[in-house]
């Protein structure tokens, strides 16, 4: 049985023996790794570019003319990454978008299988940048196995949520300048940038 170092190490012949002999998962989920990594299913991209999934998602915010992102991630099992999108937008409206996340948790009827929060860091020049994310993603991300489910063989709901999530940017958005009485001064431009290798 081959030893499972990077999932790019494990080559065809390993996939299939592997495969006859029922060895361990974490085998098994390498060497299915190494099959989407040579097939086209992983790849690499620039950090420049957006992942194809999210990409609803940060038309969405970037559309509302007062968000801009900075950065996002689809979520990747192979690379053990989390869906996020890190964003500038004024405190009211990040903490609008917090509010009717929290709402909808709260709600009987929820559209999201998780929950999803917006936290406030600071960014590589000390200006102030939110991160829309779902924690149980984030530790899922951590551990192999749950990643491949949730990342690979269920990106369905993942991509659902994802969708969803624009929706609820563009309301929070729409009830503040609803509150405030006029809407944005044009658009942020999109200067965002994706950090999947």
Known sequence: MPSLTTPRQLSDKAFHQDAAQ???????????????????????????????????????????????????????????????????????????????????????????????????????????VFRLHAPEYDARSGKLPEAMCSFYLFRSRINSELMSLGEVVQKAVLSYFGQHGHYGVGQCGDHHRSTDE
């Open 22 to 128: 029922g060895s361990n998962w974490r085998t098994r989920i390498g060497a299915t790794i190494a099959v989407m990594q040579r097939t086209g299913v992983v790849r690499n991209q620039s950090y420049e570019s957006v992942d194809e999934e999210i990409s609803p998602l940060v038309i969405a915010m970037n559309a509302t003319g007062v968000i801009r992102t900075v950065g996002s991630c689809q979520g990747h099992a192979t690379g053990r990454r989390a869906p996020y999108v890190y964003f500038k937008a004024p405190v009211e409206i990040a903490a609008l978008i917090e509010l009717a996340l929290r709402k909808d948790a709260a709600s009987d009827g929820s559209q999201f299988r998780t929950f999803w929060t917006v936290d406030g860091l600071f960014g590589e020049e000390g200006e102030l």
